[in-house]
């Protein structure tokens, strides 16, 4: 199977850009939380040019790769590479809707891109592939992705706890979607999101927008980030409830996946989850798919070495930034044929 590629990418610095997402914040800022517009969320670190170092070198079947942008390229890019393609967001999103400086809202649209193969990964520019990967880390034999996810630590029952107020607008945003989806399909999901590359099928977000746009356009594609917007979690659980991919945990016991299953998620089995993890950990047979935003991130990468792994939103203190800089360029020094 043919299996392309798609970034989302802005340049937060761009001046034609920052006066297009200032104009935006006049007319709707009121209403945002400070962690919808803070700064960080749209920093360019070039962050990009090391994941599609770690593309060349570590899935060299990628197909074709598609940098999702507003009007702006990198500088660094070598857009004469037949394997690269620059997509606006105008030729994906409806004209009305935009501008849009919501990732939540964008990646809604990701299955419009033209020429966009059926079996595609999403990815972040601040995901990387750790080691060498094939196909069917992503796919299975029929086709259908796999996905890696995590267990939220807080139960179904407490997707009403007025303390999500005080909770990141991630997580909140995350409960509200799943309970979205109980409301209508009736399914209990105790999930949340790993931040790692994303495979899905074309046709079936397509189909899953189409089902959800009603609601979708009137809540979730917004200018900014929103306590309403649903996150894109939403297709891979429509997905699992229609038995068209597979849901696995971050981390597995030797070559083992732990496969997710809603009908078996109560407390006894997280509980049971929970337990052989640390058995796993202390006997020293436990191995990630993915690690991001756990503490020592970069500690934990060298140690476990994941197939996957994100360093996600630079830190502002100087020691770390640079601690992380030094990091992934000692990790891809080697310059792709993606760059200049």
């Known amino acids: 199977m043919k299996i392309d590629l798609v970034y989302l990418w802005v340049d937060g610095s761009d001046m034609n850009w920052l006066a297009k997402k200032n104009a935006a914040l006049e007319k709707d800022g009121q209403n945002l939380s400070a962690s919808s517009v803070r700064s960080s969320r749209w920093a360019n670190h ?3 040019l090391y994941s599609l170092r770690s593309v060349e070198k570590f899935a060299p079947w990628i197909n074709h790769i598609y940098i999702v942008t507003d009007g702006h390229k990198p500088e660094w890019l070598n857009t004469n590479n037949p ?4 997509v606006d967001h105008q030729e994906i999103i409806p004209s009305e809707k935009l501008p849009l400086f919501n990732s939540n809202a964008i990646e809604m649209f990701l299955w419009r891109i033209p020429n966009l193969s059926e079996h595609f990964l999403y990815a972040c520019d601040d995901m990387f592939i750790g080691k060498e990967v094939k196909p069917d880390f992503f796919f299975d034999d029929n086709g259908n992705p796999i996905v890696i996810m995590k267990q939220r630590s807080r139960s179904f029952a407490n997707l009403d706890d007025k303390s999500q107020v005080k909770r990141r607008l991630f997580s909140v945003k995350t409960a509200r979607t799943i309970k979205f989806v109980y ?3 009736g399914i209990k999901f105790n999930l949340s999101f790993k931040h790692a590359i994303e495979p899905i099928r074309k046709s079936y977000m397509a189909d899953n927008f189409k089902a959800l746009e009603q609601h979708l356009m009137q ?7 929103h306590v309403n917007n649903l996150q894109r979690i939403i297709m891979p659980l429509y997905d699992n409830a229609l038995g068209r991919n597979t849901i696995v945990l971050n981390w597995r016991t030797s070559r083992q996946r732990i496969i997710y299953n809603h009908k078996k998620d109560t407390l006894p089995q997280r509980v049971s989850n929970t337990f ?7 006997l020293g047979f ?3 798919d993915c690690i991001d935003k756990q503490w020592n991130l970069i500690r934990n990468i060298k140690k476990y070495q994941p ?6 939103d630079f830190s502002d203190k100087e020691s770390s930034f640079r ?3 030094e990091f992934i360029q000692s990790v891809f020094p080697t310059k792709s044929e993606f760059e200049k």
């Open 46 to 48: 070039n962050e990009l």
């Open 83 to 86: 394997k690269i393609s620059i």
């Open 183 to 185: 409301k209508q399909l």
């Open 219 to 225: 809540t979730t594609i917004t200018p900014f980030r």
């Open 276 to 282: 052989l993890w640390f058995a796993a950990t202390i």
């Open 286 to 288: 436990i191995k990630y």
């Open 307 to 312: 197939t996957l792994f994100t360093i996600n």
């Open 323 to 325: 601690q992380a800089s």
